[in-house]
């Protein structure tokens, strides 16, 4: 019996062997299964994740709303799968002893962790206490495997702890140990699920219910780190009341610990800014650059960060190759978004729309467009960069498809979807500003018909009257039908729009474009109690301060001051958002820097032709209380037999009593854009007329004339001051020729052949050349108003008529080239 017993004992032990090799057998197939295809699970998520980035990015073609939120959520789904497979592969390293383990400054590794985990912390609106001793804490272990167990107790405690509640991360250390306590308010572990939580793939089924997102490994890894750094882990939880992580690491010195240069006894700078596209990426940028350890988050509702808005007519032309060319301008990389979290460190929260500012409390509250979920963060600094946003009409029939603003890349997409997919043979432009006149010419370029419809009695309203009916004679000659002084009373169709009702008859519309100005985008700041200026745009100082002076704002949302008349001015330009937000930038990370007054400088181009202007304009000089005079000169750019000369036309304006420049206005074909800034800079420097004359400006045929259209205007401007020149208006003269006074004559000095090839109606020809002789067939009772193609043989015919007593001697400033009106052609 004893030796049967033996021998079943023996059985037993060789069958518990082979069971023993056999379970490690499969274990290591199992781990060497999981590995394996882990590492072959790596590659294709890569691509699929670039894939992502690509159609997110929207450079292989235009996505809706729907689509973009879809292609999130894969993402979102694509990156937890990747960090189950960086679990695995985590777990099989601790398993094979692949990690190295040297002397670890665990208090390093602790700050770390915590300094990484404070957005989320933010993100969620939870309160989290740390204490960590000032001591280099030094222990065997590996510093990346210590981070990831630190961070993953810490990430756990996040997640799974409610808003408002409290993280606690403790370290504490004696001559043998230093223990490390994680310790959270949130859901809690219910008792019979704590002795699994270590386990692989397991969570705990409050935890599945709280939040579906997780691999089951977390813990996991936590555990084999612990052990195999001969640490010790426990835990203690309850269920709706929280759960507190101890782990316990055997110490090998403890040492006096330098501060980092970003301690310094100073928390790091918390800036929030809300707005994206110019100046709230510019305003981030600028704090980055001055202050590399701030912490700073970027809010943007749409999905594109920064992009230049102002390329939007050429990118609806066709004229920007892709899309990508609108961030790439921007930032100098393709992917705005990807360029400033990585490149520039800076968080961006886009498609995250800020809903309130709490200023008592210094936090604002933002909604995950995403996740449909909110979350508060704290600011020390507070940039409002909300931008503009376009006026809808409120009109019968606005909500019908084919009705449009220009309001960022979506609309943009949308609209050029809309020009190549269906047949467009209709556009109608409501509004003739600045928006309207621009991506008119943009229209065209699909071959349709393209109407301008502005309510009042002239386009481009930053323009006096007859400078505005100079573009839009050339806009007509380029085909663009302007109707003025009428308005929409309703847009009609059967789902998409087919026609406007104007106010006595209809036209037919294939697509509208809603272009009646933009407004400051300021509810938020209002309902936080930032004053509101008198232009309806936000108020601040010089230092771009609100009346909170935590809180600063830049760009579209925020008026300027104008450099003449000293008052509230909103201009909403791309130039003026990006000097703003440079200064915020400067001045919410400690500098000092004011904003200047603006000249209210502006240029556009429409198919052709550049229209600038500087200053104020005739009208808002006179609204402003000055005696104002001003003179019309047309000269060529260049030396006019230079190859590619183009004419340009320019008003001056100045006051009348000092002589100070007040403002400027250029059309033409030719370079407008030097001229206009030459006097910008001169408003700046308050110069007189004889100062813009003595300027000694650069010279050479292929690039400018001896005497540039600035000093002829100058010298113009000073003969008016002087009394030697007596100027007439297109305006003014045309309103004489249709009244047909009996006491004017109106002669043209121009040579027979120029006369007889486009002249206008009402006028006589006496050549300059046969002025002298002819004297005696000018009727001595009547005001003579002289004309020719620029003004320069009027004055001479002038000079002639008043040396033989002739008094009343007008002229047509500017000539033909500047009469906006009808002209007669042979």
């Not at 008592?360 to 508060?376: G, M, P």
């Not at 202007?613 to 037999?641: M, N, P, Q, W």
């Not at 208006?729 to 109106?746: N, S, T, W």
């Not at 001697?809 to 033909?816: A, K, P, T």
């Amino acid at each position: 019996m004893a030796k049967d017993a033996d021998y079943d004992i023996d059985k037993l032990k060789r069958e518990l062997e082979e069971y023993r090799n056999e379970i490690e057998r499969l274990y290591r197939e199992r781990n060497d299964y999981l590995r394996i295809s882990a590492h072959q699970m790596k590659s294709p998520l890569a691509t699929i994740s670039f894939n992502i980035e690509t159609l997110l990015g929207q450079y292989a073609g235009r996505l809706t709303t729907k689509q973009i939120h879809l292609i999130e959520s894969i993402k979102r789904s694509t990156e937890s799968l990747q960090n189950l497979i960086r679990d695995i592969l985590e777990l099989e390293k601790l398993r094979s002893g692949a990690i190295e383990l040297v002397d670890v400054d665990y208090t390093e590794v602790c700050m770390k962790a915590v300094d990484q985990i404070r957005d989320k912390v933010q993100e969620k609106g939870l309160y989290l206490e740390v204490s960590i001793p000032n001591k280099s804490i030094i222990i065997k272990g590996n510093q990346f495997a210590l981070e990831q167990m630190l961070l993953n107790l810490l990430e756990n405690a996040v997640k799974y702890t409610e808003k408002h509640g409290v993280v606690i991360f403790s370290v504490d250390y004696d001559e043998n140990k230093v223990t490390t306590i994680v310790k959270d308010t949130g859901i809690g572990i219910p008792e019979q699920d704590q002795k699994r939580i270590f386990e692989e793939f397991y969570r705990a089924p409050n935890a599945k219910k709280y939040d579906r997102s997780g691999t089951g490994f977390g813990m996991a890894i936590v555990k084999q780190i612990v052990d195999y750094m001969h640490g010790n882990i426990s835990l203690r939880s309850k269920e709706g009341e929280g759960t507190e992580v101890t782990v316990i690491f055997p110490i090998k010195a403890v040492t006096e610990r330098r501060r980092t240069l970003t301690e310094g006894g100073e928390k790091r700078k918390r800036i929030v800014i809300i707005g994206g596209v110019a100046a709230g990426p510019k305003a981030a940028s600028r704090a980055r650059r001055l202050d590399p350890n701030a912490e700073i988050t970027l809010f943007e509702k749409g999905y594109f960060l920064a992009y230049a808005g102002c390329a939007l007519p050429f990118y609806i032309a066709g004229k920007l190759k892709n899309q990508r060319e609108l961030s790439a301008a921007v930032s100098g990389f393709e992917g705005a978004t990807e360029f400033f979290r990585n490149v520039k460190g800076i968080e961006i929260k886009n498609l995250c729309e800020v809903t309130r500012i709490d200023r008592k409390k210094k936090i604002i509250e933002y909604h995950d467009l995403i996740s449909d979920r909110s979350f508060t963060v704290p600011y020390d600094k507070l940039v409002v960069a909300t931008g503009s946003k376009p006026n809808i009409p409120k009109i019968p029939g606005v909500g019908l498809k084919n009705i449009f603003t220009i309001r960022g890349i979506v609309n943009a997409e949308q609209i050029k979807s809309v020009l190549e997919n269906e047949k467009i043979r209709e556009i109608i432009i409501l509004g003739g500003g600045l928006i309207g006149t621009e991506i008119a010419e943009a229209f065209t370029v699909y071959g349709a018909r393209v109407t301008i419809i502005e309510k009042e009695s002239q386009i481009l309203p930053f323009l006096d009257p007859e400078m505005a009916l100079l573009a839009e004679k050339y806009m007509e000659y380029k085909g663009i039908k302007i109707i003025k002084n009428n308005d929409v009373r309703e847009f009609i169709g059967n789902e998409r729009v087919e026609f406007v009702q104007l106010s006595d008859y209809q036209l037919p519309a294939d697509l509208v474009i809603l272009a009646v100005g933009i407004k400051p985008e300021v509810e938020i700041a209002k309902k936080a109690g930032i004053k509101i200026g008198p232009t309806g745009a936000i108020k601040v100082n010089n230092h771009m301060q609100t009346n909170d002076p935590d809180i600063y704002a830049a760009g579209d949302c925020c008026e300027c001051l104008h450099i003449i008349s000293k008052k509230p001015y909103y201009l909403p330009l791309g130039s003026i958002a990006n000097r703003q937000a440079r200064v915020v930038g400067t001045n919410i990370t400690g500098g000092n820097q004011k904003f200047p007054h603006i000249a209210g400088t502006v240029i556009i181009k429409v198919f052709d032709c550049n229209i600038a202007k500087t200053g104020l304009t005739e009208k808002e000089a006179r609204e402003c209380g000055l005696d104002v005079i001003s003179c019309y000169v047309s000269e060529y750019d260049r030396e006019h037999f230079v190859p590619g000369a183009k004419i340009i036309k320019l008003k001056l304006i100045a006051c009348k009593k000092t002589g100070r420049i007040l403002g400027a206005q250029l059309i033409g074909e030719g370079d407008v854009v030097k001229r206009i800034d030459i006097i910008a800079t001169a408003l700046y420097k308050k110069y007189k007329v004889n100062d813009l004359a003595s300027l000694d400006l650069g010279y050479t045929p292929a690039h400018a004339n001896a005497m540039g259209i600035l000093i002829v205007a100058a010298n113009v401007m000073q003969n008016k001051l002087e009394g030697r020149f007596k100027g007439m208006r297109a305006p003014d003269v045309y309103k004489l020729l249709q009244k047909g006074y009996e006491e004017y004559l109106f002669l043209d000095v121009r040579t027979p052949q120029e006369y007889e090839e486009l002249r206008i109606p009402g006028f006589e020809l006496i050549p300059l050349e046969a002025f002298r002789r002819r004297l005696d067939e000018i009727p001595r009772d009547k005001k003579i108003i002289l004309a020719c193609e620029s003004g320069k043989r009027s004055y001479q015919a002038s000079l002639i008529l008043n040396s033989h007593g002739f008094e009343d001697v007008w002229i047509l400033e500017g000539g033909l080239r500047m009469w906006p009106y009808k002209i007669t052609h042979e």
